[in-house]
Structures are given as structure tokens and as C-alpha cells.
């Protein structure tokens, strides 16, 4: 790791414990310009990561809690007209950030999360027909609850798409559960936070992430990956090109963040699980059988060989 990468990983790790493999795939999100879908149960730190990692860094934050009620014009902004004046103006919602924490993102109806689509793709808001830029650097950190359906709407494939990883918590051990009692017994560690990156840091992180070396054999590789999931017969929906991109996005910044200065395909392996396991649909047949995605992407893993 480099120096921000490190201050930022200490942060995370004061407020999250006992995750440091979780802290490490959000790094690799965050360093290569990806939106993070962090899904797993209700009370295990989704929401505190995204907050640490936000007040990790000096730039602009905003939270949104995504209910049925929600309309897109909450998130992105709308015109609004001033009696004063007699003209709309143009009001920025709160997509306009560094980091976008999209809490209970499967809460709000389809029209609301198709909202952020373009935002996510783009980096640009498009209201009235007038193209508004994001801040840069942007970055979506969207929670949701695997277990309760009731009142929810899942996310369409087109959405998921724009996530580069999902991530899941999962509970801690025992040892770390009582620290985590501990630490809180007088106030939160998220209150001593101080930011340790600015959005320059992190766009100067983006750019030496892009010069991390990517052999031709170790492309080759990612795309027999990502084309072997169009070719199970328990998939439905295959990874798109835009996983294979994603998925070589994220190699170049696991290598980056690990201190190398080239992918090995050890790195695929290891990011693929969460770089395209929400990416894929079963099929009614898989579905019922109880076949899991991850468990699926790591027996395509298996049938792929890896280059030397």
C-alpha cells in the first residue's frame, strides 16, 4: 500500500474490526473509480463502513435513505422556479458528492433507483436536458438486507451491473464482537475520525492505478472468465463485457494496493467471486436447486486454467 491507501485502511480498520479483507476489497473498489454494493444483514457495520470510509476522506458526503416514497428528483435535483425572479433555477440534489451512501437502496420503487443509473455510468446528472457533471471523484456505496423482501423491490440486472463489486460483512468473530462492545461502551469510533485523503489523493491513486502492468495472458485469462459464465448451463444471464472491464479495473488495483506493479492471475481468482457472482441470473432450474452464484463462479473458475 501506498501512503493513502494505508491511512485510509487504518481508519476503516478503527471502526471496523476484524475485517480486513472486507477493508481491503473497498480499497480496490475505491481505487479503481467502482461503486460498491455491500449486502449482508442487518446490524453488521454496512452502513458505519460507508460512513468511515466518507469521513476518511475531506471531500463531499451525502446520505440517502431510500424508502417507497422516494422520487428521483430527491436524489438528483430538479428545477425550481423562484417567485422573486419569475425563472427556474436549477437545484443539485444529493447525488452531487464525493461519496453517495445509498442506504436501503432496494427500498425505493424501480423509477427512483433507475435514477441512479446515468450517475453511475456517466458521472452526469441530465436534467431538462442539460447535462450536469459529478464531482470527481464520485462513488456509490449502495446497502441492502438479503433477508426481508417485505416492502422491498430487488435491483434490476441493468443496476447491478453498474456496481463493481458486491461485498458481504458477515458477523464477526468472538473475540472481535466483545471489542466491538468494548470500544463503544462510551461513544462510537467513528466520532474520532479525522480525514486522512482529499479527492486529489484519490484521483492521483486512480491514475497510478491505470499504470499497473496487465499481461496479455493474464486479459486472456479474465476473458475466458467472464465467457465461460455465458456458457454454464445453470446461468440464465452471463457477465457482460462490462464485467470483463471491470473485472480488469479491479485486478490492476488489488496489485496496487497489495505494493506490486502487475496483475497475476491469482488476483482474478481471487476478485472474481465478487466482481461478477450479482452480475449472473440462474435459471428457474439452478434457482430451485439451491445452486448459489458465488458457489457457481468458483466452479467456473475451476473448469478455466490459469496461465503460468
Not at 480499497?27 to 460512513?51: M, Q, R, W, Y
Not at 454454464?232 to 496489485?255: E, F, K, N, V
Amino acid at each position: 500500500m501506498n501512503d493513502t491507501t494505508t491511512a485510509i485502511s487504518r481508519n476503516l480498520q478503527h471502526v471496523i474490526r476484524g475485517k480486513e479483507s472486507v477493508i481491503e476489497l473497498v480499497l480496490v473498489a475505491l481505487c479503481s473509480n467502482g461503486h460498491i454494493l455491500l449486502e449482508d444483514v442487518p446490524g453488521v457495520g454496512k452502513t458505519t463502513l460507508a460512513k468511515a470510509l466518507a469521513a476518511s476522506m475531506s471531500g463531499e458526503f451525502r446520505r440517502i435513505q431510500f424508502t417507497p416514497d422516494l422520487l428521483p428528483t430527491d436524489i438528483v435535483g430538479g428545477m425550481v422556479y423562484s417567485p422573486k425572479t419569475g425563472e427556474f433555477s436549477f437545484r443539485p440534489g444529493p447525488v452531487f458528492c464525493n461519496v453517495l451512501l445509498a442506504d436501503e437502496i432496494n427500498r425505493a420503487s424501480p423509477r427512483t433507483q433507475s435514477a441512479l443509473l446515468e450517475a453511475m455510468n456517466e458521472r452526469q446528472a441530465t436534467i431538462e436536458g442539460r447535462r450536469n457533471p459529478l464531482p470527481e471523484p464520485f462513488l456509490v456505496i449502495a446497502t441492502q438486507n438479503p433477508v426481508e423482501y417485505h416492502g422491498t423491490y430487488p435491483l434490476p440486472e441493468a443496476q447491478l451491473d453498474r456496481f463493481a463489486m458486491l461485498i458481504e460483512m458477515g458477523y464477526p468473530d468472538e473475540e472481535e464482537e466483545i471489542r466491538i462492545v468494548l470500544d463503544q461502551r462510551s461513544s462510537h469510533p467513528i466520532d474520532d475520525l479525522k480525514p486522512v485523503a482529499t479527492p486529489a489523493d484519490v484521483i492521483e491513486l486512480l491514475r497510478q492505478v491505470r499504470e499497473i502492468d496487465v499481461e496479455p495472458t493474464v486479459v486472456r485469462y479474465m476473458i475466458e472468465v467472464v465467457r465461460a459464465t455465458r456458457q454454464d448451463p445453470r446461468l440464465r444471464l452471463g457477465a457482460s463485457p462490462r464485467a470483463a472491464l471491470i473485472l480488469y479495473r479491479t485486478c490492476q488495483a488489488l496489485a496496487f494496493v497489495r505494493g506490486r506493479a502487475f496483475v497475476i492471475p491469482d488476483d482474478v481468482k481471487e476478485l472474481t467471486p465478487s466482481v461478477l457472482a450479482h452480475r449472473v441470473v440462474l435459471n428457474t432450474k439452478a434457482g430451485y436447486a439451491g445452486v448459489k452464484k458465488r458457489a457457481a463462479i468458483a466452479e467456473i473458475l475451476d473448469t478455466v486454467k490459469a496461465p503460468v
